[in-house]
C-alpha cells in the first residue's frame, strides 16, 4: 500500500517530514508512531494505519511533501 497524507493535509498546501521512527524493513504495528511531520501550524507524530513491514521510505527526513505525495510503501500483513 502506498502511504499518503491525504486525510491529514486536506487544508494544508504542505509539510515537513521531521523524522522517521521506523527504517525500511522494520516491522509495523497498527497505530505505532511511524514518522512525524511539521505543518505550518504544528508538529505531530503519524500513526501507522495497518500492520506490516515498512518496504520503502520515499521521502527522507527534510523533504517537503503535499497530501499527493507517496511517502512510503508498506506490505500490508
Known sequence: ??????DILKNRA?????????????????RQDLFEI?????TF???CPVDGVLKKIYKK??????????LAEIIVK
Do not use: F, Q, R, Y
Open 14 to 30: 504542505g509539510a515537513v517530514v521531521t523524522l522517521w521512527h521506523a527504517k525500511e524493513n522494520a516491522i509495523l504495528v497498527k
Open 61 to 70: 527526513a527534510g523533504d517537503k511533501v503535499t497530501s499527493e505525495d507517496t
Open 1 to 6: 500500500m502506498e502511504l499518503k497524507l491525504k
Open 38 to 42: 511539521t505543518t505550518d501550524k504544528a
Open 45 to 47: 507524530d503519524v500513526e
